[in-house]
């Protein structure tokens, strides 16, 4: 990452008479030897697909002008960036440990309180239900009220009942406590939203894969935890103890600032100028002198945007590989288990079907168990690691389209009689793949849309995840015992599917600065 830190130089159009700018010739000069003082040149920007727009800018005989993707770009990733990266990645650790107690509290429940299988699935399904309920809502709020703003109120909210749900004393409280934390969840994508406008372009893709990192972190610290605190103090403390990573993040969120893209969207330009004066300093760099060119829109947040002539050929498309993401990662952690409890892999696929054991059947997880998870949890490094080499070689899409066809090459062999050994590896290559390509669907998204409706588009297609991921137990644990060729083709098609629609999204944003809005960019 060394050469991230290092200044980009850009050329800035000096106009020798504002009045003729468009007819004049302009000679471009460096950030060295710029030295007239910052100034803001507004321009008001329709809304998305209108064609009106209006300029304000001083009179100045000579002037520089420059956008906020200017400023990213000389200041480049420094410490700054660093910083903002561990805080939001707190928050990535805590919705990954969110999610990863799902497996956890379930088995324990069941044999502690002794639940019956659908109201065992229930505690999973409410947490899903608040996420696709709530993730366009925070998109929403984000846009309209500040990217800090929305993922601040998120973590207190999820911090608040996330504690709560550890004293609940029935089932009943358990279930809207745990339906409350899943609400608060949904905003967590958000931190990707902010971290994304803060990066210049040369190291967005690596940065917010790296930042994904975090997501697998938190999944194998949640693991260990269980395997520390479940023997010995129960769930009610593991619950209460994986809000750690939350508790921080509020603790140092006062630190976080604003995304200057979003202030300069509403009108605060001179607040703008003071977060990039701050990312500045505490990079060691020097702003460039001039005119920052303000894009202003008051039409914000709005799910029609997404629609737009220019977008929805990229919305739809883009909302299936959500679902399918969601759908094939979260299908294949409940088929590892499925499968190998079934015993002898060739029963299980010769014999087409699983047969179902009793609701109230009680098994605690052991020592073992924990062990298993965790080691299963660890394919995710890899598949990290090898998509973070190709995100920036072979683009967003093809990356994407990537994952989702070797996932589906390693599904096609669990059709034949395969040894347990054989089975493992594959389901550990897949879930590699899939969990990597998650990770290039959260660096496509910000990168697609303006700033106007970006937070929006990452709370939509949050949802339509969280869809997927609410469908996936029905296919991956009903439909298995019923048929496990049928279940297997289920997530074949839908992970080739989705492969195609990766290849004909329109965009392609590889080395493509972010949008300002929809009527006007940089």
Excluded at 47 to 60: K, R, T, V
Excluded at 211 to 236: C, H, N, Q, S, Y
Excluded at 342 to 361: F, N, Q, R, Y
Aim: glycine fraction near 8%; hydrophobic fraction near 45%.
């Amino acid at each position: 990452m060394d050469n991230w830190t290092k200044s980009a130089k850009i050329t800035y159009k000096r106009w020798k008479n504002p009045e003729l700018r468009d007819e004049t010739d302009f000679v471009g000069q460096t950030d060295e030897v710029q030295t007239t003082d910052n100034e803001i040149c507004t321009i008001a920007s329709a809304a998305p697909g209108g064609a009106e727009s209006a300029s304000s800018c001083g009179s100045d005989k000579t002037e520089e002008t420059f956008t906020v993707d200017d400023v990213l770009e000389v200041i480049g990733f420094g410490k700054f960036q660093w910083k903002i990266s561990l805080l939001t990645g707190l928050s990535w650790i805590a919705d990954a440990m969110e999610m990863m107690i799902l497996s956890i509290l379930g088995p324990q429940l069941h044999c502690e309180w002794r639940l019956p299988g659908y109201q065992v699935a229930l505690i999973t399904s409410v947490v899903f239900v608040g996420m696709g309920i709530s993730s366009p809502l925070w998109g929403n709020v984000s846009d309209k009220y500040g990217r800090r703003v929305g993922l601040t109120i998120c973590m207190c909210w999820t911090l608040y009942y996330g504690l709560m749900s550890a004293f609940s004393p029935v089932y009943g409280w358990l279930l809207v406590l745990r339906g409350l934390v899943g609400f608060g969840i949904g905003g967590a994508p958000q931190s990707v939203t902010l971290y994304s406008e803060f990066l210049p372009v040369k190291s967005r893709g690596i940065c917010i894969m790296l930042i994904a990192a975090f997501w697998a972190i938190g999944t194998v610290f949640e693991v260990l935890l269980a395997l520390w605190v479940m023997p010995t103090l129960g769930w009610r403390w593991l619950l209460g103890l994986s809000t750690i990573p939350m508790a921080i993040f509020v603790s140092f969120c006062f630190w976080l600032p604003e995304s200057p893209r979003f202030d300069v969207l509403t009108g605060r330009s001179e607040k703008a100028m003071e977060t990039l004066t701050r990312v500045a300093k505490e990079n060691g760099k020097t702003m460039p002198q001039g005119r920052m060119i303000a894009y202003q829109q008051s039409d914000r947040g709005r799910i029609k945007d997404l629609f737009a002539a220019q977008y929805w050929r990229t919305t739809l498309p883009l909302w299936f590989i959500w679902f399918a993401y969601a759908f094939s990662y979260y299908g294949i952690v409940l088929l590892t288990t499925e499968l190998f409890q079934a015993g002898d892999s060739c029963v299980a696929t010769h014999g087409a079907k699983i047969e179902p054991t009793c609701s109230l059947e009680c098994k605690y997880l052991t020592s073992a168990d924990y062990k298993d998870l965790l080691w299963t949890t660890l394919a995710e490094f890899p598949g990290l690691l090898v998509i973070l080499l190709a995100v920036d070689h072979i683009g967003r899409k093809r990356s994407m389209a990537l994952c989702f066809f070797m996932f589906s090459l390693c599904i096609l062999p669990l059709f034949a009689c395969i040894e347990r050994t054989a089975l493992t590896i594959l389901i550990f290559v897949a879930r590699a793949f899939i969990s990597g390509g998650y990770q290039v669907v959260f660096v496509y998204t910000p990168e697609v849309f303006p700033t106007g409706s970006r937070a929006l588009a990452m709370g939509t297609s949050s949802a339509m995840a969280r869809v997927g991921a609410l469908i996936t137990p029905f296919v991956a644990q009903v439909m298995l015992r019923t048929s496990v060729y049928l279940t297997l083709s289920v997530y074949c098609g839908v992970a080739v599917l989705a492969g195609l629609a990766s290849l004909i999204l329109p965009i392609e944003t590889l080395g493509r600065s972010l949008q300002e809005s929809a009527g006007v960019q940089p």
